[in-house]
């Protein structure tokens, strides 16, 4: 099965008003790459057997979060909107995922520019937070924070330490801000 959606908009602040918050469940890939708002993307379903996704999407003009679930293992290919520095975090998944052909060790970061995002092969039953933001913004808050800011070499996964105590916590914050419907858990 194939997406390939024309985006929505080239930039967040420049889409049609749509609601901060929306929740998706739906039982056709083509339709769930659909929702992701302002992103073009293409979902091949690896797996067989039927589709079962929800995205859960909150944004403002400088950025977005998405959480991501599907049941089937997928190759998922794309770009975000222009301009965006892209965060993708694994909250869980069944097996192991690869980003542009190498394997992804448990638990990893992956940051990449939104117009040059790596092709990523996904397990079963994966569930995860994606974080879209204006790659101005996020310049401008790491320089008052004394950061320089420089992402010239992306994509890039980082392996995150301690996955045991700090990883685990974040996952479960983010679960009860943005909590599942019944039917994905």
């Not at 908009?9 to 659909?34: K, M, V, Y």
């Amino acid at each position: 099965m194939n997406n390939n959606n024309v985006a929505i908009s080239a930039a967040p602040n420049e889409a049609a008003p749509r609601p901060h918050l929306q929740r998706f469940r739906t039982c056709d890939i083509d339709e769930h790459g659909r929702n992701l708002g302002g992103w073009q993307v293409r979902y091949d379903q690896l797996t067989p057997g039927g589709f079962a996704g929800e995205l859960t999407e909150f944004r403002s003009d400088w950025l977005q979060l998405v959480r991501d679930r599907s049941n089937q293992a997928l190759i998922k290919s794309g770009m975000a909107w222009k301009g965006a520095i892209v965060f993708a975090l694994p909250l869980s998944a069944n097996g192991p995922a690869f980003c542009a052909g190498h394997t992804l060790q448990e638990p990893s970061l992956i940051v990449a520019h939104g117009e040059n995002l790596p092709e990523l092969s996904t397990p079963l039953q994966l569930d995860a937070l994606g974080v879209a933001i204006e790659r101005g913004a996020l310049a401008h808050a790491l320089e008052r924070q004394g950061s320089r800011f420089e992402i010239t070499d992306l994509p890039k996964c980082y392996r995150l330490a301690d996955p045991t105590v700090r990883t685990r916590r974040w996952a479960a914050r983010w679960r009860r801000l943005l909590p599942s419907s019944p039917s994905m858990r």
